[in-house]
């Protein structure tokens, strides 16, 4: 099973610390999700004069963040089981399964075949495209 990786600093200040991981290595922006995105999602939970601290929008983007690196790592170590270099969604799904998060996993697979659906749709209508055209 994979190990979480270690937060960053603390106190939401989203440094690393000095930590020899390889995601000490990456910027702030590349490890964490926008914090206006994490907001506006936070926002849609609460009344509209509902108002929102920052540290809560630190604290959550940490919580999200680290969350999505629990789930990839697990899904990645299962790739390179079966010796596999791509992420898949059915392999998120497994991660989740694996790591106790049963309850995501029905709206997340339906999700995906819709999502797998509508992109052969596409891709079905972008061929037609291909033809005609020099």
């Not at 937060?7 to 490890?31: A, K, T, V």
């Not at 390179?80 to 992420?87: G, L, P, V």
């Not at 819709?114 to 209508?125: C, G, M, S």
């Amino acid at each position: 099973m994979a190990e979480p990786a270690s937060p960053g600093g603390g106190g939401g200040s989203h440094e690393s610390g000095g930590d020899p991981s390889p995601q000490s290595n990456l910027r702030e922006q590349d490890r964490y999700l926008p914090i206006a995105n994490i907001g506006r999602i936070m926002k849609k939970a609460l009344p509209a004069n509902g108002k929102i601290a920052k540290d809560s929008k630190d604290t959550v983007q940490e919580c999200v963040s680290e969350f999505i690196s629990f789930i990839t790592s697990e899904a990645s170590d299962k790739c390179q089981k079966e010796k596999r270099k791509t992420i898949n969604g059915d392999d998120l799904l497994s991660a989740l399964a694996t790591l106790g998060f049963e309850d995501y996993i029905e709206p997340l697979k339906v999700y995906l075949t819709r999502y797998r659906e509508v992109n052969a749709i596409l891709l079905h209508a972008l061929s037609g495209f291909g033809t005609g055209f020099s």
